[in-house]
């Protein structure tokens, strides 16, 4: 069986590893940090993940976030109001960084998912495989949609003392999206991707 050289990223401890298929987990003996999550079906998920967080990405955006009802009055958010009036009050900071987190990174990361996974699933790999996997690797900071949703409770936590909280279709959508957004974070693996990137590259190289 062949094997290959793997560098731990926390400690540096170098491991030869048996190249194999078979499903499960392997750590680092030094510093226990997680190395490879070997899964079946890792590309199939992913693609099926990444449809369904594109689709409720649309979603959350066209539709009405919340409503609120206050003596006979009412008024309709969708999901970019809170940012239009950030910037409508020169909180230029705060409303760059609600923007960046819960519309530009999501979206970016939504579309290389499909981007990458897509001709994956079709058995193509696509030239811009590695510069996707960096993207999606330095971008996983900026993704805090569950921060973005737990300040959306507490809000409506302390208007519904005012007046009738009415949540939109977008609002539900966005919650499904948070919970896909993090299956797909639990289910990506980028060390396989790696590997055919590899592939590719010593193919090249022969021919």
């Known amino acids: 069986m062949t094997e290959k050289i793997l560098c731990c990223h926390e400690c540096d401890e170098l491991l030869r ?15 226990g940090t997680t190395l490879l999550r070997q899964k079946k079906g890792m590309v199939e998920i992913m693609y099926a993940l990444s449809i ?33 009036y950030l910037f409508g009050e020169k909180d230029w900071l ?47 900071p900026w993704a805090m949609l569950d921060v973005f949703l737990v300040g959306v409770f507490v809000s409506m ?21 948070v919970f896909v957004m993090a299956a797909m974070q639990v289910v990506f693996d980028p060390q396989p991707l790696w590997e055919k990137v590899d592939e590719r590259r010593r193919e090249r190289e022969l021919a």
């Not at 976030?65 to 003596?71: A, E, K, N």
């Open 17 to 31: 590893v048996p190249q194999t298929r078979k499903e499960g987990r392997l750590k680092c003996p030094r510093c």
């Open 52 to 84: 369904a967080a594109a689709i409720l990405f649309l979603l959350t955006n066209y539709f009405p976030f919340l409503s609120f009802h206050v003596v006979g009055n009412t008024s309709h958010a969708n999901f970019m109001t809170s940012i239009v």
């Open 94 to 140: 705060i409303g760059i960084a609600v923007l960046m987190t819960t519309v530009v990174v999501p979206l970016i990361r939504i579309g290389l998912m499909l981007s990458l996974f897509g001709p994956i699933y079709h058995g193509i790999i696509p030239p811009y495989t590695v510069f996707a996997l960096k993207v999606l690797s330095h971008s996983l």
């Open 157 to 177: 936590v302390k208007l519904v003392k005012m007046g009738t909280i009415i949540p939109g279709l977008s609002l539900w959508a966005f919650m499904v999206m």
